[in-house]
């Protein structure tokens, strides 16, 4: 039997003033990550899932969130992992 790992990576548009507050709350969410920054307030970020359903929760609750002016999708791949590992 056969596990999938999926990762995607994202680029979030924030309200300025909001970044540092909006990458904490993004950062809480499970299987998410905050690379960058930026003072513009862009987010560099990653999400991490067993499947591609928690991955488009998670970019939906991002979206959701006041302050977030846009979330785009930049990468998606997924892998196949040996469940014999």
């Given at each position: 039997m056969s596990q999938e790992f999926h990762?995607?990576?994202l680029v979030v548009l924030t309200q300025p003033t909001l970044r540092h507050q909006?990458?904490?709350e993004?950062?809480?969410l499970d299987g998410a990550?905050?690379?960058a920054v930026t003072e513009e307030g862009k987010l560099v970020v990653t999400?991490?899932?067993a499947s591609q359903?928690?991955?488009m929760a998670a970019?939906?609750?991002i979206q959701a969130m006041p302050?977030?002016?846009s979330a785009a999708l930049i990468y998606h791949q997924f892998d196949e992992l040996d469940a014999q590992q």
């Open positions: 990762v995607s990576s909006l990458a904490e993004i950062a809480a990550e905050i690379h999400l991490e899932g359903r928690p991955i970019i939906d609750a302050g977030v002016l």
